[in-house]
């Protein structure tokens, strides 16, 4: 009898301990940009880090999450890329290694995820769910030679819905931040001061070209790119500020 | 007998409480024109950081239009933005109808857009809150069983307004705005029973109801740009 009744009380607590822990994959599907394609061949490379990208929550007053974006990631710029560019190779070895040459192909695209946020509706006290992502893209040439170097940002939000888990309300915030990269991405491509350079250059040889000063090129351009403070932050400053005065 | 009676009056006064009243303002600036082969979309704005524009409502809105035999052959929100992807995400939808000029200098865009057949655009923005909330209920269980006791009360209000965009003259045809307020209940006498005023779907209704008028009727309202 000992046994029976302490089977449901110990369900109940492992309930209540893992209530508060949520673990993601993210899954989704992404439509092909509707652009018209560079007259380039291009191909792509994923860091280890990339593929198998895992954000877990480390602050002490939030909820547990684990959330694994690297799948969601791949699938995603394997519909985008191919769509910019006149003719894709695919997947390429790292640029940065040692010996690497790619014949025949213009350029090689290198993302990667160098900062991920996101808040919650009862830390921002609204009913979304919010994501931000900030993506370093690194652009090689076929030689391996680094073209440009620049910082892309990308936000995404869903409602919270009646009988929707937390989990699936995330899952379609970071999907949504990935088509707002994509549309980033469609729209600004082509306006990479180093790329347009680089291809005018190729298009026209004989003409002379000045070189960009630090301000006009993107290599190491980071402050601009600064995610912004989670809201939970911005509450937590503006509280304080309120039991201060 | 005591504990029926008290049921009965209870649910009585939250049935008849729990309802919405709904405001729908509409000014028109030019007449609806739907040839047979014509068809429109209905979208929800998602560029503000405070709020969502919620994409049930966008559908509850498509399904109403499209009701009552109206003959006006709606595109789902989600197909119509996944096949134009990325050209009406947050980021870059038009924000007013002569925008649409420049986004159709992009070939492949206005090819899709053509393929569509698209006359219209509906451009829904808003959202419902809740505004106030009262009461408490309590749970609890034992060896013996389970319930809840308590009454809990929310308001609602839903604020929304629909831009009717002509595609192929770029312009403004029609703005109908529905505002919708109500007060739910939830008494709870061992079992909560929760009495939902529908103040989104009422604000759809509203809303859905009077576009369709200016799809079937197309007649041009007295108030000019």
């Not at chain 1, 000992?2 to 492992?14: D, H, Q």
């Not at chain 1, 309300?169 to 707002?180: F, G, P, Q, T, Y």
């Not at chain 2, 070939?107 to 909330?133: A, C, H, M």
């Amino acid at each position: 009898m000992k046994s029976n009744s302490a089977v449901p009380i110990l369900c109940l607590l492992s309930l209540a301990l893992t209530a508060c822990n949520s673990q993601l994959t993210v899954k989704g599907q992404f439509p092909s940009p509707l652009s018209s394609p560079m007259p380039l061949h291009a191909a792509a490379h994923y860091s280890p880090e990339l593929l198998a990208h895992n954000y877990t929550e480390s602050s002490d007053d939030r909820d547990k999450w684990e959330i694994q974006t690297g799948s969601a990631q791949q699938a995603f710029f394997d519909t985008l890329l191919p769509a910019l560019f006149q003719q894709w190779a695919g997947q390429s070895p790292d640029p940065e290694s040692e010996s690497f040459q790619l014949p025949g192909v213009d350029i090689v695209i290198k993302p990667n995820l160098s900062d991920f946020q996101y808040s919650l509706p009862r830390e921002s006290r609204s009913k979304i769910f919010e994501v931000w992502m900030k993506y370093n893209m690194q652009l090689y040439q076929g030689d391996g030679q680094l073209l440009a170097d620049w910082f892309v940002t990308a936000y995404g939000k869903t409602p919270s819905g009646f009988m929707q888990s937390d989990e699936d309300a995330m899952n379609e915030a970071i999907v949504v931040a990935l088509r707002d990269l994509g549309a980033n991405l469609t729209l600004n491509f082509a306006r990479v001061p180093e790329l347009r350079d680089w291809m005018e250059r190729r298009n026209n040889p004989s003409a002379e070209f000045t070189p960009r000063t630090p301000e006009e090129t993107t290599l190491k351009k980071e402050a601009a790119h600064e995610l912004p403070e989670p809201k939970e932050k911005e509450l937590k400053k503006e509280e304080a500020k309120h039991e201060n005065s | 007998m005591k504990t029926p009676k008290l049921f009965i009056t209870l649910f009585s006064f939250a049935a008849l409480s729990a309802c919405t009243s709904v405001t729908i303002d509409e000014y028109q600036n030019a007449q609806a024109e739907l040839g047979n082969n014509d068809r429109i979309v209905v979208l929800g704005r998602r560029h503000s950081p405070e709020y969502e524009t919620e994409p049930d409502l966008i559908s509850c809105v498509a399904k109403t239009i499209a009701s009552n035999n109206s003959g006006v052959t709606v595109i789902p929100e989600k197909q119509f933005v996944d096949e134009l992807y990325p050209w009406f995400e947050p980021r870059m939808a038009p924000m007013q109808p002569k925008r649409l000029a420049t986004l159709i200098k992009e070939p492949k865009l206005k090819e899709k857009i053509n393929d569509f057949n698209l006359r219209y655009l509906v451009w829904v923005d808003g959202n419902t809150q809740t505004t106030n909330s009262s009461g408490s209920v309590g749970c609890a269980i034992g060896p013996g069983g389970g319930g809840c006791f308590g009454f809990g009360s929310w308001d609602e209000k839903s604020d929304y307004e629909a831009s009717v965009w002509d595609y192929q003259k770029q312009s403004l045809v029609a703005k109908v705005s529905a505002d919708a307020k109500g007060t739910s209940y939830m008494p709870a006498l061992v079992v909560p029973i929760p009495l939902l005023a529908r103040v989104q779907s009422n604000a759809c209704k509203g809303l859905g109801s009077q576009l369709r008028e200016i799809f079937i009727s197309g007649s041009p309202g007295d108030a000019q740009e």
